[in-house]
C-alpha cells in the first residue's frame, strides 16, 4: 500500500480549519430549525383568537401571541425607527405609547412604516385623538444583529432610533409598562404593516450550512491530493537520484 505523505503544514492547516468549518455548518443547521420551530410557533399563535391585554402580564411566553386593546394613543411621545426600507423607498416605523384602559397598562405599539423621502423635512403622520378598539400582536425579537441605538435621552420629540427596546423606554417616561413591542393589525390606526417574521428563512441558513459542508470537504480533498501528490513526486525524486548514483 502506498504511503500517505501530506506534510506537517497541510496537516497543521486541516487540523485548525476543517473543525471550525464543521462547527459552521452544524451551527447554521441548528438556526434553520430554531426559525422552522419560530415560524411554527408565530403561525399557531396568529391564528388564535386574541387575549385582553389584562392577561399579558400572566403569559409567561407571550411571543406573537394577539392582543386585544382599547384605549388611547399617547402623542407626545413618540419613536421613529429608522432605516425601514420598502419596495426600496426609505422610511421609518411609527412606535407609540397606549394605555389600555381595562387593564390600566401602557403599552408601546408600532402602527406600521410610513415613508421618510427628505430628511431634511420632519416625518409626517397623525395620531388618532379619541378612544380605539384596537387588535396587535406581542413582537419578540429572536435575535437582532448589533445596531448602534440614537440617543434617546436628548432632542425634541419624536425621538429618531435604530433599535427599540421597551424596557428602555418606559423608565424615560417615569411609567411601568409592557417588556416588548406590540405590533398593530389592520385597522384605522395601522399604517403600512408588511413585517417579515425574520429576517432570514430557514432556507437560507441550510443554504449555508451546504456551503461550509462543501468547504470542509473540499479541504479533506485538498489535503488527501496533495498527501499522495507529495508521496509520488517523492518516489520519482528518489529515483532519479539513484540513475544518477549509479
Known sequence: MKP??????????VLLLLPGLVALGCWQLSRAEQKRQLLATY????????????????????????????????????????NRIRDGRPGV???QPFHDQPS???????????????RRIPVSFSTPDQPMSLEAWVYVSPGAAFQLQADPQGGAWPHLVTAVDAMQFWPQLQLEGFAHELRLE???????????????????????????FALALALIALYLYFGWHNNKEKRHGDRHESVQHL
Open 4 to 13: 500517505f505523505r501530506p506534510g506537517v503544514l497541510p496537516t497543521v492547516v
Open 43 to 82: 403561525a399557531e399563535r396568529r391564528s388564535a383568537d386574541p387575549v385582553a391585554a389584562t392577561q399579558l402580564p400572566l403569559i409567561e411566553d407571550s411571543a406573537y401571541r394577539r392582543v386585544r386593546l382599547y384605549g388611547r394613543f399617547e402623542a407626545q411621545h413618540s419613536l421613529l425607527l429608522d
Open 93 to 95: 416605523e411609527v412606535l
Open 104 to 118: 390600566g397598562l401602557w403599552l408601546l405599539v408600532n402602527r406600521g412604516w410610513v415613508p421618510w423621502p427628505d
Open 186 to 212: 389592520p385597522g384605522p390606526a395601522a399604517f403600512r404593516l408588511d413585517w417579515p417574521v425574520v429576517a432570514m428563512g430557514p432556507e437560507k441558513h441550510l443554504g449555508y450550512a451546504v456551503q461550509w
